[in-house]
C-alpha cells in the first residue's frame, strides 16, 4: 500500500514542487499553502508522513505537528525549513521524538526521499 503524503507550505512553488516530487515516486499526495485548509485535512485526512514549513502565517509548523499528533499519534513529521538555526528552535520536539526529522531548504531530492522511504 503506497504512503499517504501532507505536505503544507505557504510558498505555492515549494507545495507544488514537492507534490509532483512525491507522486511520481507513487506516493498519494495532499496539499496546502494555507492554515485554514492544513487544519481540514489533518483532522479529516489519515497520513502516514506530514512535511510541515516551520514558518508560516497562521499556524506555523509546531502548531501543525501538535495537531496532528492529536487525530494521528503514529504519523511521522517532517519539519522542512530555510532556517539555518532549525535545529534549535525544534531541539524540545527532537528530543522527545515527536519530530522525525528536518528537511533543510534548498531540498537534497535524494536526502528527502530516502527519509520518508525510510519512514
Do not use: H, W
Not at 492554515?35 to 516551520?54: H, M, P, Q, T, W
Not at 499556524?59 to 499519534?73: C, E, F, H, R
Amino acid at each position: 500500500m503506497k504512503k499517504k503524503i501532507l505536505i503544507i507550505d505557504d510558498d505555492p512553488g515549494v507545495c507544488n514542487s514537492m507534490a509532483i516530487l512525491f507522486r511520481e515516486e507513487g506516493y498519494s499526495v495532499d496539499k496546502a499553502t494555507g492554515s485554514a485548509k492544513a487544519e481540514i485535512l489533518i483532522k479529516n485526512g489519515r497520513y502516514d508522513v506530514c512535511l510541515f514549513d516551520y514558518m508560516m502565517k497562521g499556524l506555523n509548523g509546531i502548531d501543525l505537528l501538535k495537531m496532528t499528533k492529536k487525530v494521528n499519534p503514529g504519523c511521522s513529521v517532517f519539519i522542512i525549513s530555510g532556517m539555518l538555526n532549525i535545529d534549535e528552535l525544534c531541539q524540545k520536539e527532537i528530543k522527545s521524538g515527536l519530530i522525525a526529522g528536518i528537511i533543510k531548504k534548498p531540498f537534497d531530492i535524494d536526502f528527502m526521499l530516502k527519509r520518508i522511504a525510510d519512514k
